[in-house]
């Protein structure tokens, strides 16, 4: 009286392994298989110590893991630009203006600084200024500040600080390019993500289009709100005005270099094939 040992493989086909120089025997239920059976059981499809299957797309291109993690690097400096957009976009130190700090009184200044949305204007003390320093700044002294939001959406008037009028249609234009590359960055966020848990590598080519394009269009709106602080300070001489960019211009134009090689590592990355390995075979050969 012997006992059977049923082995069932992967494919759900139960199997009796064949000893040497005899064939298998067939179970209930399931085909004849032969005495490479269980050979081919151990040692085909097994995770056990073998290869990973390589995740192939739907488009027949495998995304191997390599290429995933690339993909989440180049995601990596893409998410940075629009951090620094969202920072530079949302705060109002685009531009200080400062008069010369005696030339209201000897004890108190006024200094101003704006962005896209609001501008604010704050009380320094001349004593708390640095001597060398001719004009009154800078904002980040204590003070009394007060800040108001433009009115340039909603009743269209223009703001006046220290006599000057600012250019209602520049700086709606550059609070539009601006508004216009946040949404192209959220685009550009989906389609990465769909191509990272769906594994289709056709979608790194919109996120590339819409990273490059919304740093473009940041570097534009940078353009656009420089032409209307010049534009800004040209409305009128009576009140002798220092201007300067302050920290949210740099976060904007950090964002719109990064953005624009995010995208373009993602191009890259779309390609069937790398540019540069293309070359080595011909420098190879060469040598």
Known sequence: MWSTIFVTDEEGRTVVPGTAGTSGIVAPGGPAQGAGGLATLMGGRSTFGGNKRRRTTSTGRAMS??????????????????????LGVGTEFWVELAPPKHFYNNQTCLTAHYGLWKGCTKTLWVAD????????????LPGESNCTYFKFFTTGENT???????????NVAAAMLALFSLFLMVMGAICITMSLSKEILFFLKPASICFILSGVLVLL???VFHQS?????????????????????SCIGCAGAVLIVGGILFLLLALPCSPWQKCLPHKEGSS
């Open 65 to 86: 893991e390599a290429q995933e993690g690339k993909i989440k690097l180049a995601f990596f400096v893409a998410i940075v630009g629009v951090v620094l957009t969202v």
């Open 221 to 223: 709106s940078l353009i």
């Open 129 to 140: 200024i640095d001597p060398e320093r001719e004009s009154c700044g800078p904002a980040e």
């Open 160 to 170: 006046v600080l220290f006599q000057k009028t600012t250019e209602k249609n520049l």
């Open 229 to 249: 602080v010049l534009s800004f300070l040209a409305s009128d001489h009576t009140v002798p005005l220092h201007h300067e960019f302050s920290w949210s211009v």
